[in-house]
């Protein structure tokens, strides 16, 4: 557990600024992103599917929030289901290992997705 939490505090860091070549490789795919929905008029969305150690974190969210700043910037439709998420009291509940959701996980995700959606024009027929 201490070399998988070392890893997860290593990558924080690497994600807490715009200047770090990760978030360089990042932003180039999301460039991509949205040059293909521009080209083929399919619409996109980034959703964080935040790891198990993300809503147990103490202190800033950098990584988190670097993202969610990221696409309003760049006008790019951004779910955030970390504060539906937070509401359950024992976060592991919602995950069946550090990295997948357990069922209810993915209900509360899906809920965080219905109601971003249903307030945006991406659901729209074209």
Known sequence: ????RRQQ???DAKLSSYDTPEWQWLARQFDGFQ???EQTGVPWMLVLLPEQYELQREGESLPEERLGDYAREHGIPYVDPRPILA??????RLYI?????SEEGHQ????SLFQALRGSDLLAAP
């Open 1 to 4: 557990y201490g070399e998988l």
């Open 9 to 11: 505090e290593e990558m």
């Open 35 to 37: 040059a293909l929905s």
């Open 87 to 92: 509401e359950e009291k024992n976060p592991s």
């Open 97 to 101: 290992d550090m990295a997948h959701f």
């Open 108 to 111: 509360l995700v899906a809920q």
